[in-house]
């Protein structure tokens, strides 16, 4: 709804991620739109950061209002409904109105059936978790068995920076270690965690099928002594679309068209990890989800005008993994983020993670003091065929 008052538009922004800070400080360009962000907490979270929180290394959160552009308001609590017929949200006891919302609301650990995770398992994927862990960690003696369970880039850098801490860490890869990097990228980070004295368990029986106070099972019927066991075994997404009654993919990503408009409803939009543009989801990642942030707010911009909205275009370099404080990967892809075998190791990849970390921060800040001014659009010519492939396909089953 544009107000009645005068021709002001109000765009609600939940979650206060990567993506909803920089949708939030991308739409104060213009004196027509009013912004809210939402979010459970006065903080932002830098997620990537949240193993070296645990361990000890980092902090992890900053001040919102360090990263928030001057002219948004922020709603400190949790969305639980969006009401798409009233264009209103329930938050703690409260209704706003909007106009448009920005949906962003991010990832958590996934919630798995393992008997014993819930119980004992500690995951490290949002702030609350990571903070628990380090409490965890701190009523645990040094030399005692940590296990860490998944090896994506979050189990990796959480077992490489408690064994850089001096931790007695063991990690469960559930069959191969990084499925995401080149095999031979692979085999030198595999290398490099051996040196920092981890233990790898991989190949076919790795995978956990039951987690107890003292130790983790494994499918080929090992057993390992831990003392202390972190689940990093994958995100999942918030309910909140799926409970507001919106279309979701099956995992409870908004499902949206290209230029990241809800199918069901083109005043809402969504970007980050919660967001299925397609029904072809882009890798949850910190990297994705700067890109599609700034991008939702163009979109609701141009909504806001009258215009239809161009494509979202997403562009991936590849991922870069901490190993420690010390050593580090950067492993390149193609921007359809297929991992290519060239990467930059060592000394080096930990200083490129660090600048890599640091410059997401100062991203949003400069899109706070100069919003709008982000180049964001970066064409994936291999979406564009995968998407044309996959509705030439439907077209055919459709004239069957
Ligand atoms: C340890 C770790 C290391 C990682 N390393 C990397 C990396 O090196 N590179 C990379 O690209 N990615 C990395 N990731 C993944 C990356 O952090 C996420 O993909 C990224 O944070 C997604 O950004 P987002 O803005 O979509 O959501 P988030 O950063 O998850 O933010 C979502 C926000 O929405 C809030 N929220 C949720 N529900 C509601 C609600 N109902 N109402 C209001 N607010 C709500 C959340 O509390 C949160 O503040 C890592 C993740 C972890 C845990």
Known sequence: MTSDRDSTSRVIVVGGGYAGVMAANRLTQ??????????????FVERIRLHQLAAQT????????????PDVELVVGSVELIDTASRTVAVGGDILDYDY??????????????PGVREHAYPVSTLEQAQRLRAALADTPES???TVVGAGPTGIETAAELADAGRAVTLVCGRVLGPYLHPRIRRGIAKRLRRMGVTIVDGAGATVTAVAADSVDLADGNQITSALTIWAAGFAVPELALRSGLSTDEAGRLLTDET????????IVAAGDCAAPSALPYRMSCQAANQLGPQAADTVLRRIDGEEPGPALVGFAGQCISLGRRYGTFQFSRRNDVAVPLHVGGRVGARLKELVCKSTVDGLRHE???PGRRLVR????HRDAALAERNSASTLQAAR
């Not at 990241?260 to 005043?267: E, I, W």
């Open 30 to 43: 213009r004196d027509d739109v009013t912004v809210t962000l939402i979010n459970p907490r006065a903080q």
């Open 58 to 69: 980092h902090p992890a959160v900053h001040d919102m209002r360090e990263v928030l552009a």
């Open 101 to 114: 919302l920005v949906y962003a609301v991010g990832s958590h650990s996934s919630d798995v059936d393992v």
């Open 144 to 146: 005692a068995p940590v």
């Open 260 to 267: 990241l408009t809800s199918v069901d409803d083109d005043h």
């Open 368 to 370: 706070a003091d100069k």
């Open 378 to 381: 970066m064409r994936d010519p």
